[in-house]
């Protein structure tokens, strides 16, 4: 079992949180902060385009904002790089990705070793990928869900932290199924973040210990 002791290296743990839209996650993540329940402070916010919703989210909450562009970069690993090296910049330990919409290259994966968060609209192993929403509906499942997971180096692979049920209804459409994902996601990832602010995760193999009662789907 690996801890993951990150209340020990600093009070509260700094994260890092990546956009790539609108931002209604890390909106989830500044309410939290507001409220004093996140454990984390959230030191930066990084888009990979400039017109990112929320980076004005970010701006509004006094949070410095970073874009480190795709088209800048020749491939994916030097993008990857670059990311790193600015949560680095920043003083983060942690990293949330909250509708990061790339893939990070195993170079910046392994500079943050279980420390870097995932939610994803489908109960993984269930349509990974960025259209688990259509997917789901398409497949004809009658029950979707939130994942919240560690990234490691494959897509939407890593171990789950936490996840919920979201009942599909028969007359859903994209858009009703993923406003009512949605919904959970503003809630569970807030809650995930802030046990791994306390240190109250610890990774075993596939599995994440939680080490505490704390009243969250697992």
């Given at each position: 079992?690996?801890?993951l002791d990150s209340s020990a290296m600093?009070?509260?743990f700094p994260i890092a949180v990546l956009i790539s839209g609108s931002g209604t996650n890390l909106q989830a993540l500044i309410d939290s902060s507001d409220r004093g329940e996140l454990g984390c402070a959230i030191v930066v916010v990084i888009a990979d385009r400039p017109d990112a919703g929320g980076l004005d989210r970010a701006r509004g909450a006094g949070i410095a904002t970073e874009v480190v562009g795709w088209d800048d970069h020749t491939d994916r690993a030097s993008f990857s790089c670059a990311i790193a090296d600015t949560i680095e910049r920043h003083g983060a330990r942690g990293v949330?990705?909250?509708?990061?919409?790339?893939i990070?290259?195993?170079?910046?994966v392994d500079r943050f070793p279980n420390a870097i968060i995932n939610v994803h609209p489908a109960l993984l192993p269930a349509f990974?990928?960025?259209?688990?929403?259509?997917?789901?509906?398409?497949?004809?499942?009658?029950v979707s869900g939130v994942t919240v997971h560690f990234v490691d180096?494959?897509?939407?692979h890593g171990p789950i932290i936490a996840q919920e049920a979201v009942q599909v209804f028969p007359h859903d459409d994209?858009?009703?199924l993923h406003r009512r994902i949605q919904a959970v996601e503003h809630r569970l990832l807030p809650e995930v973040v802030?046990?791994?602010?306390r240190g109250d995760l610890a990774v075993d193999g596939r599995h994440v210990v939680w080490t505490t009662s704390a009243d969250v789907s697992r």
């Open positions: 079992v690996v801890a600093s009070d509260p949330v990705l909250a509708g990061f919409m790339r990070l290259a195993p170079n910046a990974p990928g960025a259209d688990a929403v259509p997917s789901a509906l398409s497949y004809g499942v009658t180096d494959m897509v939407d994209e858009e009703a802030a046990a791994f602010g």
